[in-house]
């Protein structure tokens, strides 16, 4: 599947730019004391006017036994973006206006933001429905990344969560991935995983 990249694209956006786009498609939900259901999926990636990271968000609904949307289960929304220190050629923190020309003007600069092994480090904050935050850290490697979760926050009234890993990948054009979750005073146990094609 060949991909091609938005002359506009953030250069720190290169190795994620597989990802970029909307994808839809089904899959398999169930943790322990729970049924397996199969589920529907709609996944966003965008990279919003040459920013240095993605903008996520994924809505996940129950399939009734005809294969017909049923009840909502989750709507995650975040952000997706390398690891590196933050500098004056960033906004923030708040609303702050960058100061510096970009460090990472072009794909030779984020190149060396490889880290030993060759990849990429990457983080990831998730926000969900019911008082749960989720802030992963990981890897891309290609067209496939690994996440693993630092740090869970919850609202006093969230259920109990503790942590979490996701795994994306390309294959064969498709955007697989499977989650992983420790939660409801389970360790670390298969949740979820779905089979997802692009749609634009």
Request: charged fraction near 20%; avoid cysteine.
């Amino acid at each position: 599947m060949a991909i091609e990249l938005d002359p506009n694209l953030n250069s720190e956006l290169v190795p994620l730019s597989w990802l970029i786009g909307s994808w839809e498609g089904v899959g398999v939900v169930g943790y322990p004391g729970t049924p397996e259901r199969q589920f529907g999926q709609r996944i966003d990636f965008a990279a919003p006017d040459a920013a240095p990271y993605l903008h996520y968000t994924a809505q996940a609904w129950l399939l009734d036994d005809s294969g017909a949307p049923a009840e909502t289960l989750t709507l995650e929304t975040g952000i997706w973006q390398l690891v590196r220190d933050r500098a004056d050629h960033d906004a923030g923190p708040g609303m702050m206006v960058p100061t510096a020309p970009n460090l990472y003007p072009d794909a030779a600069a984020v190149e060396g933001l490889r880290n030993g092994d060759g990849d990429f480090e990457l983080e990831v904050e998730i926000v969900h429905p019911g008082g749960v935050m989720e802030l992963y850290v990981g890897r891309v490697r290609g067209p496939r990344i690994d996440l693993a979760t630092d740090v869970v926050a919850r609202t006093r009234t969230a259920k109990e969560y503790s942590a979490s890993t996701r795994m994306y990948g390309l294959v064969e054009g498709e955007l697989m991935w499977a989650w992983d979750m420790a939660a409801l005073g389970h360790e670390l146990t298969s949740h979820a995983s779905a089979r997802l094609k692009k749609v634009s």
